[in-house]
């Protein structure tokens, strides 16, 4: 368009009836656009066909017949929209107020005439002016109209108010003229009931796998280091010692520890707590990959166990093992650097000492 504009000024007429007066005249128009009203918009076929291939395919095929009519019918819009439509293929420019007035008609003709840059500006100027009122208009419009944007859009803001929707005339309307784009919405609703219950789902897990991690780490620490009331058989517990970073898991580990060593019940399988340690020092036991070094109990006895039994190991307990393990990963990245260089000196320099407990 800009091109063609530096062509028509060699048209202009230049009027200079003083050094300070300069006035400069656009070569009469050519070409008029009939609008739904009966009133013509004189225009200049060459601007109308420089930002518009359809203007200007319409434009040429009088030339291609000989005729000597010369107008453009653009009608079903009201006079307004289309004189904006005009001043914006000129100017390339639209206000907020004529974007709130006529954004729906814009957004037709910039679609039915190919002028992108107009289109890009209603999809944004509707989305942002969407209400539950005129969703489901501006949903059929964007269907009609491939604005793919401006299409998930109404259809976010009808599934989070659809009671509210419901009530409105355009959802009747549509419900009697349109039961195709109605199924479409339904399922789409679903479609995201759905998905926001597979993502709670997997934020549950994933808040399990970090517990669980989070265990494996205080199980580790009350082996090797001690904590306040359970620690290695050759640590002095007498001693105060103060509640580590993770105290509230820990607490519930020692508690279990302590109930482990002094239940009845856990030599017939009779104890639910007891279950619960077992299936920890297993847990540890699949993701300890020095169990030589290790001081969890029972650690290399489950690592030997396990080979023996690999051919018939359990796909679900695989698979929660991967998981934890991937837990315990994410959490020491997370961790500063200086402490995550620690950790490792710390469980590595008790070498040699017995794995059992101090309760």
């Known amino acids: 368009m800009v091109q063609l504009k530096k062509k028509l000024s060699g048209e202009f007429k230049v009027r200079s009836n003083s050094p300070l007066a300069v006035v400069v005249e656009m070569p009469e128009s050519d070409l008029q656009v009939l609008t ?16 518009s291939p359809v203007l200007e395919s319409i434009i040429e095929r009088p030339k291609k017949r000989r005729s000597s009519e010369r107008t453009i019918p653009m009608l079903g819009v009201p006079y307004n ?28 003709l910039s679609h039915v005439y190919m002028v992108p840059q107009l289109k890009q500006r209603c999809t944004k100027g509707l989305a942002q002016r969407l209400k539950v ?3 489901v208009d501006v949903l059929q419009l964007a269907r009609m ?15 989070t108010n659809f009671k509210a929707v419901e009530e409105t ?47 494996m780490d205080c199980l580790e620490h009350i082996c090797s280091e001690g904590c306040t009331s359970v620690g290695p058989n050759d640590m002095d517990l007498s001693k105060h010692k103060g509640p580590c970073s993770k105290f509230s898991t820990c607490h519930g580990i020692q508690l279990l520890i302590k109930h482990f060593g002094t239940c009845t019940k856990r030599v017939n399988g009779g104890c639910v707590r007891c279950k619960r340690m077992w299936q920890l020092f297993r847990l540890h036991s699949s993701i300890c990959d020095q169990p030589d070094e290790c001081r969890v109990p029972l650690c290399r006895a489950f690592k030997v166990k396990a080979q023996q039994a690999r051919c018939r190991s359990d796909a679900q307990w695989k698979l929660l093992v991967r998981k934890v393990a991937s837990a315990r990963v994410i959490s020491s990245l997370s961790l500063p650097k200086r ?15 017995r794995r059992s407990f101090n309760l």
């Open 145 to 159: 109209c491939d604005a793919p944007d401006l299409y998930l859009k109404c259809m976010k803001m009808l599934s």
């Open 36 to 51: 739904s009203v009966g009133l013509r918009i004189p225009v200049h076929s060459k601007i109308l066909a420089s930002a």
């Open 81 to 108: 929209a289309v004189s904006v439509f005009i001043q914006f293929i000129y100017s390339s420019k639209c206000t907020e107020e004529q974007m709130e007035k006529y954004g729906i008609h814009l957004l037709a």
């Open 169 to 215: 005339e355009g959802w009747k309307f549509l419900q009697n003229h349109d039961p195709y784009l109605e199924l479409e919405i339904l399922q789409f609703i679903e479609e995201s009931e759905s998905r926001k219950k597979r993502t709670r789902r997997l934020r549950e897990e994933q808040r399990l796998y970090a517990q669980l991690s989070e265990a």
């Open 339 to 353: 402490k995550r260089e620690e950790e490792p000196r710390m469980a590595f320099n008790h070498q040699g000492l």
């Open 133 to 135: 009122e005129n969703v």
